[in-house]
């Protein structure tokens, strides 16, 4: 069993930046690919990023491409969301997952946190 918890959400302006970390705890985190997905109100969760166990790939939604940046530190057994440019579009509840691989559906993962709120406003 996996317990991941989030922190490093907060209320920024846009044009800001948010550092987001998922912390993982019994069990090594390199044995899975993790990935963050966020839900805003009213609306469906949403796929951001995902990176596999090593570090080595990842891949990014369009609305997250060159602004954000996925990282992993397997020997803290942590994962990090780095967000710049902040839009108030991106202002939802942040999910991090992991799971055996790195699919965009939710369904897909296996292991969830209790989410962190950005919020971004104008």
């Known amino acids: 069993q996996v317990q991941l918890v989030e922190s490093g959400g907060g209320l920024v302006q846009a044009g800001d930046s948010l550092r987001l970390s998922c912390a993982a705890s019994?069990?090594?985190?390199?044995?899975?690919?993790m990935a963050w997905f966020r839900q805003a109100p009213g609306k469906e969760r949403e796929f951001v990023v995902a990176?596999?166990?090593?570090?080595?790939?990842?891949y990014y939604a369009d609305s997250a491409k060159g602004r954000f940046t996925i990282s992993r530190d397997n020997a803290k057994n942590r994962m990090y969301l780095q967000m710049n440019s902040l839009k108030p579009e991106d202002t939802a509840v942040y999910y991090c997952?992991?799971?055996?691989?790195?699919?965009?559906?939710?369904?897909?993962?296996?292991?969830w946190g209790q989410g962190t709120q950005v919020t971004v406003s104008s």
């Open positions: 990176i596999n166990w090593s570090g080595g790939r990842t």
């Open positions: 019994g069990h090594p985190l390199s044995s899975f690919a």
């Open positions: 997952a992991a799971g055996y691989s790195m699919p965009m559906d939710h369904t897909g993962y296996d292991y």
